[in-house]
């Protein structure tokens, strides 16, 4: 039988590098993450995502990888690794990790061969041509930092295809080798004990470069790469990263034989337009569009924020604007365009009634919840580094030195001034504090993958005479499950329209604060969430 364990699944998103250093060279590690399982088990996630722990000269976060099969020196060693997916296993977590595999970094080995002469065996593992290509920007990514896709190499004597940096040159997938070796890399790490990945930029890898396209329907690489996980076990999952038009979503599943998940990036979008508007109505249609039928296999993944800019292309013109105008007012806070290199506190001016309303949302919609390190505890952005780097600060564990998150003097950035400090905003104090948003999202996680009504029902959205509250319903045969949310400020009674012998049965699990018994109405606070439940009663 497939096992379908993603769809009750809570996900954690980190970087070793910027989690825990356990060496005490200030660079996160293995053996710092080890050390932390403990603390993941506790918050009650089941899954970790690793972004890429590959040796990589880091010009990319280490999404430019120079090794596939191997790990960075500096974050630990392939032992460490194995040891690591057990203890995780042992606390009934899972590993998911990155593949990266649309371009390599120029210091792969294999670039390096195939800058050096013609022949070599991995001249063709790359996009190549010997003139100048005419049409040189077909698909620029990092609007206003890249001008071109095409880069010069002097040595190679022509030029190379790169989607992102010049530092990545693109793989030419189409190459039967090319394929054999992203099927290598997916063995090797599965049979070390990872249970998914994280595909990077799929959209990319199908697309045409230069000359080179995949034949005939470019997404048979996908079925080639899900018949082989399926071949390699039954509870291999590939999750993807394609933040496309929502149309082609569908594409990306296919008839249940290509990608089991998708990163929600449409619903993202909506998520961050209903609390600029202050209204229900972008996420309710966000979903309606999305999900014509949730109890499907094929799954989303949806998030708040990522290690990336909050990329709002899935909006409108105007919608864009008034995100950007609420969330991204100062030149300095945007990237991209169409970029926001915030986290989600500063977004929303640190309230903490917003903040939790979110993370409410992201617990109870249709969809595995993609959790990031630090949004847990409320972590802030450094906008003095440079681009996306913003996001990408040290976690926050205690108030002592770098956050507690190394003892080295040179630590990977941390955010040691102002409200959003180590000093305010760490694990250890919020530990202590029942109320704290570490508490709260807990209890959020342990509701979540309890009432499987959550992860496994079918969903549907409740009509609510208020266009700022959104209500919604999920049931798995007789387990039902009903969440409210407050995208206004203000406090509203409403009416939920459901049978009354079927809301008579409710309790409520988890909500903002305590609430009064009302007669024929349900009251909800400004950025309040009321969570009901019935379970069947023998
Ligand atoms: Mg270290």
Redesign the pocket.
């Known amino acids: 039988m497939v096992n379908y364990w993603y769809k009750n699944a809570v996900i954690y998103s980190l970087d070793i590098k910027s989690f825990a ?9 293995l053996a ?1 993450l080890m050390q932390k399982l403990d603390y993941l088990a506790c918050l009650g996630i089941n899954c970790i995502w690793l972004q890429p722990l590959h040796p990589s000269p880091w010009k990319d976060g280490g999404y430019d990888v120079a090794d596939h099969y191997a790990i960075d020196e ?1 974050l630990g060693s392939l032992p460490e690794f194995i040891k690591m997916t057990e203890l995780a296993r042992e606390r009934g977590i899972r590993i998911m990790m990155d593949l990266v595999a649309n371009h390599t970094s120029d210091q792969h080995p294999w670039f390096k061969d195939a800058r050096k002469h013609k022949n070599s065996a991995y001249r063709d593992y790359y996009v190549w041509e010997t003139e100048r290509p005419r049409y040189h920007r077909p698909n620029i990514i990092f609007t206003g930092k890249q001008d071109s896709n095409w880069a010069y190499d002097k040595m190679a004597k022509a030029w190379y295809y790169h989607t992102f940096y010049p530092f990545q040159p693109d793989l030419n997938i189409s190459h039967p080798k090319v394929q054999d070796e992203i099927k290598n890399i997916l063995r090797f790490w599965i049979k070390l004990g990872v249970s998914g990945f994280r595909i990077d930029a799929v959209p990319h890898m199908l697309r045409k470069k230069g000359k080179e396209q995949l034949p005939g329907d470019a997404h048979d690489l996908l079925r080639k790469l899900r018949t082989f996980v399926d071949e390699q076990g039954e509870d291999i999952v590939l999750m993807g990263e394609a933040d496309t038009q929502h149309e082609s979503y569908s594409d990306f599943f296919g008839e249940r034989d290509q990608l089991h998940m998708l990163l929600n990036f449409h619903l993202n979008n909506h998520l961050f337009l209903a609390l600029a508007q202050k209204k229900a109505r972008p996420l309710t249609e966000s979903l309606n569009e999305l999900l014509p039928n949730s109890a499907d296999c094929n799954q989303f993944a949806n998030f708040v924020r990522n290690h990336d800019e909050l990329n709002i292309g899935q909006l409108n013109s105007t919608q864009q604007k008034t995100v950007l105008n609420a969330f991204a007012p100062d030149n300095n806070m945007r990237i991209y365009e169409t970029g926001i290199r915030r986290r989600l506190p500063t977004m929303l001016n640190n309230n903490p009634r917003c903040i939790k309303l979110t993370y409410s949302l992201l617990f109870s919609l249709p969809g595995t919840p993609v959790l990031r390190y630090g949004e847990e505890i409320g972590m802030g952005d450094a906008l003095a580094l440079s681009e996306r780097n913003s996001v990408r600060t040290a976690m926050q564990w205690t108030d002592g030195k770098n956050g507690g998150f ?1 003892n080295n003097s040179s630590s990977w950035p941390t955010i040691s001034k102002g409200p959003y400090s180590f000093k305010h905003i760490n694990v250890a104090a919020q530990a202590q504090d029942r109320n704290s948003l570490l508490n709260t999202l807990s209890r959020m996680i342990s509701l979540r993958k309890a009432y499987s009504a959550f992860g496994w029902g079918q969903y549907e959205i409740i009509d609510c005479e208020h266009p700022g509250v959104l209500i919604h319903v999920c049931r798995r045969d007789s387990n039902v499950a009903v969440a409210i949310h407050n995208f206004t400020g203000d406090t509203v009674d409403v009416s939920l329209s459901l049978p009354e012998e079927e809301r008579a049965l409710f309790t409520e699990i988890l909500a903002d604060q305590a609430y009064e018994q009302l007669n024929g109405k349900v009251r909800i606070n400004g950025y309040g969430y009321r969570w009901f439940c019935r379970w069947p009663l023998a």
Do not use: T
């Not at 250093?21 to 590690?29: L, P, Q, T, V, Y």
């Open positions: 250093d356990g060496n005490g060279d200030g660079i996160g590690d710092g500096r190394s």
